[in-house]
């Protein structure tokens, strides 16, 4: 997507399988890439031969310790000097420690959440779910940052509309289910606002959420069941 831009900051683009993903975003958007390491990756670009007008979308920036390379990374990201963090070749808690203790970055994003973009070989589109890797058990209130977050993430690459299932185990809001009481309510207070870029339903078994056939089965009357963007859990 040619459409698709900005200033990507890698940290530890040092790894082969990372160095080729990036290569290949590169040849797909306009994005810049800025690569932190402690490592010289330099050799490792250029053993995949690339287009030399892509390198010159490759700012390498070399330091003496990870201190130093967080720090760095730090203000580029407060400045606005780049502003996409993206994960590279270092561990999770290294990364989660890295952006929760960036303070401003913390101010000027707010609630984080995790999201996972799958292409599933029976589904007909990407789908995005969250929070399933960083957010335990998230109450009413944080489900509903997590959908606007999901939304506000969603139009920045490129969604017009945004159809959103709440996850249960039913279909229908049960007492004794809290995943599908919490789903009404969450759907009720986004319908109440009326906003024709956020579609939400819910609850939703993951079935009816990503199958036509199931829906057309269990005759589920449902404007976006079957063919949702994105998946709240």
Request: one cysteine or more; charged letters at 20%.
């Amino acid at each position: 997507n040619q459409t698709l831009n900005g200033k990507v900051a890698v940290l530890f683009a040092n790894d082969e399988k990372i160095i080729s993903v990036l290569l290949t975003v590169l040849e797909q958007t306009d994005i810049e890439l800025y690569l932190y390491d402690i490592e010289d990756p330099t050799e490792l670009i250029r053993s995949y031969n690339i287009d030399s007008t892509l390198i010159n979308r490759v700012h390498i920036y070399q330091f003496d310790s990870e201190q130093a390379l967080y720090n760095t990374c730090s203000n580029d990201l407060a400045q606005g000097k780049v502003t996409v963090l993206m994960k590279g070749n270092i561990e999770d808690s290294k990364m989660f420690s890295f952006i929760l203790s960036n303070r401003q970055f913390m101010e000027n994003y707010g609630y984080l959440n995790h999201v996972v973009c799958l292409d599933l070989p029976h589904y007909h589109k990407h789908l995005m779910m969250s929070d399933v890797y960083f957010n335990v058990a998230p109450t009413v209130e944080e489900k509903k940052q997590i959908i606007k977050n999901l939304q506000n993430f969603s139009q920045a690459i490129g969604y017009k509309q945004l159809k959103l299932a709440l996850l249960s185990s039913v279909n229908n809001p049960n007492k004794k289910i809290f995943s599908a009481t919490e789903a009404e309510k969450i759907k009720l207070t986004f319908e109440r606002i009326g906003n024709n870029d956020l579609l939400i339903e819910g609850p939703l078994t993951f079935e009816n959420a990503t199958d036509m056939e199931s829906v057309i089965k269990n005759n589920l009357k449902s404007e976006i069941a079957g063919d949702v963007d994105a998946i709240v859990v």
